[in-house]
């Protein structure tokens, strides 16, 4: 940027640029902390939201080691280049899914504003809410 004119706009230019930077920056913490509430941590439940194939690397090219059930609950184990690796339920099964195709809660069932009910994946489990 430049500045013409007395030392005191000079000086007042400087101050407004670093004022600036000191706003932004203490946003930044701030906005991770939001994106990580608003997206999910590793190691939390998430939950399918639709039928998905589970591969066997992060590419929807690679081999296919089985597939998650609508809403089948799952623990996200790390995320890469748009895609989560899950942990599904007790069977020791791992696989990468579309990240974007899971979620910490499951969206409100069509007219009402209550979040659909939960069924386990293999129906031996009380049906659990996304209250959880």
């Given amino acids: 940027m430049?500045?013409?004119?007395?030392?005191?706009?000079?000086?007042?230019?400087g101050f407004a640029t670093v004022l600036a930077a000191v706003i932004a920056l203490?946003?930044?913490t701030e906005l991770?902390?939001?994106k990580r509430n608003l997206v999910?941590?590793?190691?939390e439940t998430f939950y399918a939201l639709a039928t998905l194939r589970l591969h066997a690397k992060p590419s929807a090219s690679s081999k296919v080691k089985?597939?998650?059930?609508?809403h089948e609950r799952v623990t996200r184990i790390r995320f890469e280049s748009g895609y989560a690796l899950v942990a599904v339920g007790g069977g020791g099964l791992e696989g990468w899914v579309e990240n974007a195709k899971i979620?910490?809660?499951?969206?409100?069932a069509q007219g009402t504003s209550e979040p659909a009910e939960i069924q386990p994946a293999n129906g031996t489990e009380e049906p659990a809410s996304a209250a959880e």
């Fill in 32 to 34: 991770r902390s939001a």
């Fill in 2 to 13: 430049i500045v013409t004119g007395s030392a005191g706009r000079r000086s007042y230019f």
């Fill in 66 to 70: 089985g597939h998650l059930a609508l």
């Fill in 103 to 108: 979620a910490r809660v499951i969206p409100a």
């Fill in 40 to 43: 999910g941590q590793d190691g």
């Fill in 26 to 28: 203490s946003g930044c």
